[in-house]
Every structure is written in structure tokens, then in C-alpha cells.
């Protein structure tokens, strides 16, 4: 059984940085690409960022890019979100997520933590 859980959300000025960390049991987490969705009131959830099994590809979504860097670790089953440069409507709950796949790190999700809130004050 596959279990995530997120650490790291909080309250941040604008401009300000966080770092999200996701820690994933189960066996070979270097199978899967792992991601960070998002979803803020009203919202729907929403795609962050991924990164396939080994780390060599990430993909970002447009709102991000630029300010966020998504990495891992395998040796410690950890996946880490830094958050630069954050903004107002960056305000959300976080979720963690690994892929069925390993090598396409924007589709295939169907595993899930239970998020973390990260709250950006103007």
C-alpha cells in the first residue's frame, strides 16, 4: 500500500519561498514519476509539477515555471517541491502524487497525500 505524506506548507509573505517535501512508503520509488497538484477554494485541482522515476524530466505548469522546482531523492523516497518567488493566488492545498508511470511526469496519478496548506498573504 502506497502511502504519501507531505510536510513543509505554512504561511508565507508574497515573494517569499517554502519547500515542500513529500515522503512516499513502498517499494521501488524510483519507478514512478512522482508530481505536486494544487487546488485552492472554489478550484478545481490543478497540476503543478512532475518528474519521472529517475529525475531526468520535469514538466511544470505554465503559472509556475520559472518559480518552482520540483526534485527528488530515491535513496530517501522523497520528493521536494521549492517554491520561489510566491504569489498571492499560489494560495492552496498541496497535494503529493505518484504516477502509475515512470517516464511521463504529467499523467497517470492515481495515488494521493493528504495535502498541505500554503497560505501566501499579500
Known amino acids: 500500500q502506497v502511502q504519501l505524506v507531505e510536510s513543509g506548507g505554512g504561511l508565507v509573505q508574497a515573494g517569499g519561498s517554502l519547500r515542500l517535501s513529500c515522503a512516499a512508503s513502498g517499494r521501488i520509488f524510483s519507478s514512478y514519476a512522482m508530481g505536486w497538484f494544487r487546488q485552492a477554494p472554489g478550484k478545481e485541482r490543478e497540476f503543478v509539477a512532475g518528474i519521472t522515476g529517475t529525475g531526468g524530466i520535469t514538466s511544470y505548469a505554465a503559472s509556475v515555471k520559472g518559480r518552482f522546482a520540483i526534485s527528488r531523492d530515491n535513496a530517501k523516497n522523497t520528493v521536494y517541491l521549492q517554491m520561489n518567488s510566491l504569489k498571492p493566488e499560489d494560495t492552496a492545498v498541496y497535494y503529493c502524487?505518484?504516477?502509475?508511470?515512470?517516464?511521463?511526469?504529467?499523467?497517470?496519478?492515481?495515488?494521493w497525500g493528504q495535502g498541505t496548506q500554503v497560505t501566501v498573504s499579500s
Open positions: 502524487a505518484r504516477s502509475t508511470r515512470t517516464y511521463s511526469p504529467d499523467s497517470g496519478y492515481n495515488y
